[in-house]
């Protein structure tokens, strides 16, 4: 089980680095943050900001397994809004279909944890002895 959330940490890590943060770090240079949708009356290069340092601050947590409960949610909230607020007009395409499977995938590494291949695993498991630190 642990290899597996291992696997799956670093895979949806590196898919949201790579395609997503990376698609908006390049609407950013290109000087087209325009272009990127509007929320909550927000202005669009705001917007942009925000989700791209979700998405890779999140990610980049989520990778090495720190705070990954709460860093689940950085990514998480942004694909919600990207269902339910950005996609919500348009009928069913693919695009939402691949922010339903991130967002499934966040829920459970919400649910289960990073697992013992984490940074936040070694941090339970260390205890202190004579002043230093000792694994369990």
Same mark, same amino acid.
């Given at each position: 089980?642990?290899?597996?959330?291992?696997?799956?940490?670093?895979?949806?890590?590196?898919?949201?680095?790579?395609? *997503?943060?990376?698609?908006? @770090? *390049?609407?950013? @240079?290109?000087?087209?943050?325009?272009?990127?949708?509007? &929320?909550?009356?927000?202005?669009?290069?705001?917007?942009?900001?925000?989700?791209?340092?979700?998405?890779?601050?999140?990610?980049?947590?989520?990778?090495?397994?720190?705070?990954?409960?709460?860093? &689940?949610?950085?990514?998480? &909230?942004?694909?919600?809004?990207?269902?339910?607020?950005?996609?919500?007009?348009?009928?069913?395409?693919?695009?939402?279909?691949?922010?339903? *499977?991130?967002?499934?995938?966040?829920?459970?590494?919400?649910?289960?944890?990073?697992?013992?291949?984490?940074?936040?695993?070694?941090?339970?498991?260390?205890?202190?002895?004579?002043?230093?630190?000792?694994?369990?």
């Amino acid at each position: 089980m642990d290899a597996l959330l291992l696997f799956t940490r670093v895979a949806i890590a590196t898919l949201m680095i790579s395609v *997503h943060a990376a698609g908006k @770090l *390049h609407l950013v @240079l290109a000087g087209q943050a325009d272009t990127f949708p509007s &929320v909550f009356g927000l202005p669009s290069a705001f917007c942009l900001y925000l989700a791209f340092s979700a998405e890779l601050i999140g990610s980049l947590l989520i990778l090495i397994g720190l705070w990954t409960r709460t860093a &689940v949610l950085l990514p998480g &909230v942004i694909m919600l809004v990207v269902i339910f607020i950005v996609l919500a007009d348009a009928p069913f395409t693919e695009k939402e279909e691949l922010a339903m *499977h991130y967002l499934l995938t966040y829920a459970v590494l919400f649910v289960l944890g990073s697992g013992r291949y984490s940074i936040d695993y070694w941090w339970k498991a260390r205890k202190f002895e004579n002043g230093r630190i000792a694994m369990r």
